[in-house]
């Protein structure tokens, strides 16, 4: 399979065409942005974690029967992925209260949710990506309802199987992202990435409330070890889906 030409160039990702028109590679980079792009740096070596745990996690879901994206990781930095329409909407769940939740509704950080919390937001860079509901994505016929109620369904089995999993690698799955993509058959596929980028991970065994951060907070606070942090998530991550399938 040869790589063709570069279709899109995100804030950690580029996404190239291949000679088949049904896959596109994925190219995980180490550049780093937060607050809508108005911080930005790099984290050493993050396209290749990144990368590799975007890759333990897919391949895991799929023994899970979640419908990926992921075909097959061709190179440290790259994923070889089927060709989705992404739809603009950004699935966040939440199991404790962190990052925007707690602005907009002053529960205190930490706070254990009773339940799983779905949210949307609009993927739109010039608005910030704001938080949208059920009849702002009708209204904006962003998808339609039959989609975004399969969307809530997939988002909370995806945060079940993710919650097993990262249990087992003693990390607190606080909140995470998902972005999902509709195939040439209109099936929904999850896409885009599962990484410390999109997640908030905390480390079971750390009670220090910034120390026991795993994740792109570490950047976005100027905490520091933000490339060990997120090598200490690989190596775990990789452990137990590597003795899950093997
Ligand atoms: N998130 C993401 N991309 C975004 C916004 C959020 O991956 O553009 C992830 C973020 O890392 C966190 C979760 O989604 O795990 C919830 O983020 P939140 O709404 O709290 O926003 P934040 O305060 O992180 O900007």
């Known amino acids: 399979m040869t790589i063709g030409e570069k279709l899109y160039e995100g804030k950690a990702k580029i996404l190239y065409a291949t000679d088949n028109p049904d896959v596109l590679i994925t190219h995980f980079k180490d550049d780093a942005t937060a607050f809508n792009a108005q911080k930005k740096g790099q984290i050493e070596h993050k396209g290749e974690m ?60 930490g706070t254990s949710l009773k339940q799983p919390i779905v ?17 702002h994505i009708e209204l904006l016929n962003l998808a339609t309802s039959a989609q975004v109620q399969q969307l809530r369904q997939m988002a909370l089995s995806i945060n079940q199987h993710l919650q097993e999993l990262f249990d087992q690698c003693r990390l607190t799955l606080v909140d995470f992202k998902l972005e999902f ?48 942090a997120y090598r200490e998530v690989m190596t775990r991550v990789q452990a137990i889906v590597l003795a899950m399938i093997s």
């Open 181 to 228: 993509g509709v195939d040439r058959q209109g099936k929904i596929l999850l896409s885009d990435e599962i990484s410390p980028d999109t997640c908030r991970l905390w480390d079971r065994d750390i009670t220090d409330t910034q120390a026991r951060i795993m994740d792109k907070d570490r950047f976005r606070q100027d905490l520091g070890k933000v490339d060990t």
């Open 50 to 109: 990144n990368c590799a745990i975007t890759t333990a996690i897919f391949q895991f879901l799929a023994t899970k029967n979640v419908p990926t994206h992921f075909i097959a990781q061709i190179d440290p930095t790259q994923m070889q992925v089927v060709a989705v329409q992404i739809l603009p909407i950004e699935v966040v769940v939440r199991n404790i209260a962190a990052g925007s939740l707690v602005k907009r509704t002053g529960l205190p950080l």
């Open 119 to 135: 949210e949307f937001f609009y993927k739109n860079d010039d608005l910030g990506d704001p938080l949208i509901n059920n009849d």
